[in-house]
């Protein structure tokens, strides 16, 4: 397990995070992707942390609250020390019927931060998150909650997740006018099936030094490897993307992947006595090769999911079959991006030719 910084913080966190979606019982919005109770969910834990991942990733809606419950009794029973483990949660969806159960206004945010602390079980988070965009709130209101909550020190660090460039260009220039704490993570969906966030986010958190955690990196189980060509998309048995078919996979794309990561799953299994990789293990470490990515966050339901996942750390892709992939799944060139790069490149081989003749 390797470490990498947290964007431009000094924060240390594993490669892999430990997502804690399918932690909690609760039959609720997403009682299709969990389902593991207080015994399951320590499991996880400990398997997490005795492969060396340092990170887990819970939200209070995940299962009602349930999953913050036994992230907190996980760290408990397995008597894992505060300072060896970073808590991140996220606040934002409804967590009750009121006017004022969601979003992140400043009532809402100073309720929740608390309500997330006594489940956890612990005085303070790592990492606290606005979990979407709040159209109705000003984001200087939602700013000045979150520094006073870091001020508070009942969180280390502010993230958001699922922001558009543009927000979080706007939320970094509020930070810094006003000196307030400045979101060190965004956490958003990307994955080799899925690379929309490289039009205008990724650019931007490398621009601006904003760490990225990466949600749901087999896009929803489609790039586990048990989907082929002529199915739709969907498990027809067993799966999350039997009950809960998201997010959103193009699939003649999605398809040439599967295909091209199973190949090289294959030719590593023919090479070795010890058997082959799989195609999530592909998938996965496609992320792991990717600069502007700080942690991937892998959810499980089972054992044998988790370590499959893991395993990925250890896959070494080559400059030929990283650039294979990256063909198959490139983006289809939109406006402004090819003026932006037609005018740069313009200048910017007059430049070098410039300094060559000197």
């Known amino acids: 397990m390797r470490y990498n910084l947290l964007g431009n913080t000094g924060l240390a966190v594993s490669e892999l995070c430990l997502g804690a979606m399918t932690f909690g019982t609760d039959p609720g919005r997403f009682g299709p992707i969990a389902g593991l109770d ?13 492969a ?21 009794g996980a760290l408990k029973d397995l008597g894992i020390a505060r300072s060896d483990v970073v808590v991140a949660t ?21 309720h929740q931060i608390d309500a997330s602390l006594k489940r956890l079980g612990t005085d303070h988070v790592d990492l606290y998150q606005i979990h979407g965009w709040d159209p109705t709130t000003p984001m200087e209101e939602a700013l000045r909650a979150l520094d006073d909550i870091v001020r508070s020190g009942r969180a280390r660090y502010v993230g958001v997740s699922n922001w558009a460039a543009w927000q979080v260009m706007k939320a970094l220039g509020i930070s810094e006018r006003l000196g307030l704490s400045r979101f060190a993570s965004l956490q958003a969906y990307y994955t080799v099936a899925g690379r929309d966030l490289e039009r205008e986010i990724v650019p931007m958190l490398l621009s601006e030094g904003v760490g990225l955690m990466v949600w749901s990196p087999l896009a929803g189980g489609f790039l586990s490897g048990k989907y082929a060509r002529g199915d739709d998309g969907r498990s027809e048995g067993e799966g999350r993307r039997a009950a809960f078919d998201f997010p959103p996979v193009e699939l003649d794309r999605g398809y040439d992947l599967i295909e091209a990561m199973k190949r090289i799953a294959d030719a590593r299994g023919a090479k070795n006595a010890q058997g082959g990789v799989t195609v999530a293990q592909i998938a996965l470490a496609w992320l792991l090769y990717q600069p502007v990515v700080s942690t991937v966050i892998v959810g499980a339901r089972r054992a044998d999911q988790l370590a499959d996942n893991l395993k990925a750390c250890e896959v070494e892709l080559s400059a030929a079959e990283l650039a294979e992939l ?14 932006l790069g037609f005018q740069s490149g313009y200048r910017s081989g007059l430049i070098s030719e410039r300094r060559t003749a000197k």
């Open 326 to 339: 990256d063909g198959l799944s490139a983006l289809p060139r939109e406006y402004p991006g090819w003026m």
């Open 90 to 110: 996220k606040a934002m969806g409804a967590m009750g019927k009121g006017a004022n159960d969601a979003g992140v206004s400043r009532y809402h945010l100073m």
């Open 52 to 72: 060396g991942i340092n990170f887990i990733d819970t939200a209070n809606v995940y299962t009602t609250g349930q999953s913050e419950t036994f992230v907190g």
């Open 38 to 50: 207080q015994a399951a969910s320590t499991a996880m834990v400990k398997q997490a942390f005795d």
